[in-house]
């Protein structure tokens, strides 16, 4: 699988954690930066980390903020990706298996490296479920979309 990660000056150290973990567990990474602790502007970021989701060249992403919150609405406002938030396990993966959720986002501020990897591990290692229930919801959510 390849999985396009971002971030902000705030997210940087624990984006390039995430990206070192994901190589040495055979996962390909594009890298949309930021590559610095300078300050950028996180919408900057979470555009670039749609678009690859959206042109195909990478099949998830991960963006990391200081909260997850501001990188979380920004990504949202790209048409066709479903970004959340997470900070514990159940999230992480309940949200692709459900809601066919391709960005994750994290806030580098509120969580530690270690729980990162777990709910990094349980975005990229879940699957979306396809039951019918679910199929709905999220066509109900893209039909949104569409009218705004």
């Not at 992403?61 to 949202?76: E, H, K, M, R």
């Not at 692709?96 to 969580?111: C, F, M, P, Q, S």
């Not at 199929?135 to 979309?145: G, I, P, Q």
Request: proline share 1%.
């Amino acid at each position: 699988m390849k999985i396009v990660l971002g971030a902000d000056h705030a997210g940087y150290e624990l984006k390039e954690e995430m990206a070192t973990r994901l190589v040495e567990s055979g996962y390909q990474i594009v890298d949309v930066g930021t590559h610095s602790t300078d300050s950028v502007d996180y919408p900057d970021i979470a555009e670039a980390l749609g678009r690859a989701v959206l042109d195909g060249k990478a099949e998830r992403g991960i963006l990391i903020c200081g909260s997850g919150a501001g990188a979380s609405i920004a990504a949202n406002k790209l048409k066709g990706i479903r970004a959340t938030v997470a900070h514990d396990a159940y999230t992480a993966h309940q949200s692709v298996e459900h809601d066919d959720v391709n960005v994750l986002t994290l806030g580098a501020r509120v969580i530690g490296s270690a729980q990162a990897w777990e709910l990094v591990q349980s975005f990229v290692n879940a699957k979306f479920s396809g039951d019918e229930r679910h199929v709905r919801r999220v066509n109900k959510v893209k039909a949104l979309e569409e009218k705004f």
